[in-house]
């Protein structure tokens, strides 16, 4: 059995942020209902590399934090759709919505209403800046977030202008910290039997991503600076050139930067570092950093992550995702599962039984509308009535 089989959750959430947090939960055995307006769909569903995909609504984009869930295309600017979002929060467990403050209220999706419907709902908020503070009715997405909290100015070369990080590294990681949030309430509800409100801040969980560094500059007063791939102090936490490609050492304790120096046979460096205290290793670095740099241009990155690995340095050459996936370390994970001929990726741990899973594809706009009103004791007929007036949309008769 997973964790949170039998709990219902209704994701009224778009874009990346909420509904990775809601397929984290799916995957743990939760039914996630995404709840989807009738005549906008989830933005991501035409977003993605595959042009054909995008065109019926199923971009892959879309496709990556949508599994396991059913889909209900439901008007709540509709009284007829917000009575039956009503009654569906009365089977509910969790409503996680990411909905501007403005159309939280004009839709009546606010925690304080909804709580009279189900007192133990556990009820969770997502937003760029959270419901308090100056900002709190600003928009945002990943990259402004990473601008606004220092994390574009911490990245990038010493002597270039700030970089974003790539990937959206804030919006999966607060996806993550909802699901812990959200996690956590429903252990206290089973305790207490009480439910909760939960605002969840893209802004906060980026201060979090950055925990010692905001912990540092808290205490410090300075903010940290971006060096690249190679660490100001340390010689072994860096990037060398090698041969050929690229390698990413990160030797971070004086036992791992020993075994370095050990592996390119320098013992009696591998001495001095020994037995040198912990503030002393930053004066060593220029002269490390040369060494090193000059003894692994003799060997392919390659065959140093091998060589270094085997001393229990920890090393790897710089790769491309693909040819990440391509090793066999995720085929022996579980992080990447297969469905119905397609992989997906579903979560970054296991447990020795009931661990995360791939339950069902990706669904269409409205796939499930049917289905759920129906378990609602909605009727065919009145289900089509509803239909034809646009509350309600299903892309299947």
């Known amino acids: 059995m997973r964790p949170f089989e039998n709990i219902r959750v209704l994701d009224l959430t778009h874009v990346f942020a909420g509904p990775f947090c809601t397929y984290q939960l799916a995957v743990l055995g939760a039914e996630v209902i995404k709840i989807e307006p009738v005549d906008r769909p989830d933005m991501t569903r035409a977003e993605g590399s595959d042009p054909d995909l995008n065109a019926v609504g199923m971009g892959l984009t879309f496709q990556a934090q949508g599994s396991g869930k059913r889909t209900l295309a ?18 509910a467990d969790v409503v996680v919505q990411n909905y501007t403050a403005k159309a939280v209220a004009a839709l009546g999706l606010g925690y304080d209403r ?3 419907l189900k007192p133990d709902l556990v009820y969770c908020a997502i937003s760029g800046f959270g419901a308090t503070g100056p900002k709190a009715a600003h928009p945002a997405y990943d990259v402004v977030i ?26 999966y990681g607060t996806g993550a910290q909802a699901a812990l949030a959200i996690s956590a309430a429903l252990f206290a509800r089973a305790q207490t039997g009480l ?3 939960i605002d969840v801040a893209m802004a906060d969980c980026a201060l979090m991503l950055m925990n010692s560094s ?14 690249g791939n190679r660490d100001p102090k340390l010689a072994g936490y860096s990037a060398y050139e090698t041969a050929e490609g690229t390698l990413m050492i990160g030797a971070y304790t004086n036992i791992q930067m020993a075994n370095l120096m050990r592996a390119i046979g320098q013992p009696e460096m591998a001495a001095e570092i020994e037995t040198t205290r912990r503030d002393g290793i930053g004066a060593r670095r220029d002269c490390d950093a040369a060494l090193l740099e000059q003894v692994l241009k003799t060997r392919s990155a390659v065959e140093w992550e091998e060589i270094l690995n085997a001393c229990h340095v920890p090393a790897a050459r ?9 090793e066999p370390q995720f085929a022996a994970r579980g992080v990447v599962q297969e469905r119905g001929g397609q992989p997906f990726t579903v979560a970054g741990f296991l447990y020795d039984h009931g661990g995360p899973e791939l339950t069902a594809l990706p669904r269409r706009h409205g796939e499930d509308s049917r289905t759920v ?12 009535d509803l239909a034809a007036k646009g509350v309600v949309f299903s892309p299947c008769r």
């Open 195 to 197: 439910g909760r409100r």
């Open 373 to 384: 009103l129906a378990e609602l004791g909605i009727c065919a007929a009145e289900f089509d």
């Open 74 to 91: 439901l008007d709540l600017k509709s009284e007829a759709g917000r009575a039956i979002f009503d009654r569906l929060v009365a089977t």
């Open 214 to 227: 905001t912990f540092a500059t808290l205490n410090s007063g300075a903010a940290p600076r971006p060096h």
């Open 146 to 171: 990473q601008a606004f909290t220092g994390v574009m100015a911490a990245n990038g070369e010493a002597d270039s202008p700030p970089v974003r990080i790539g990937p959206a590294v804030i919006d």
């Open 318 to 326: 710089i790769r491309d995702l693909k040819q990440a996936l391509d």
């Open 114 to 116: 909804l709580a009279v």
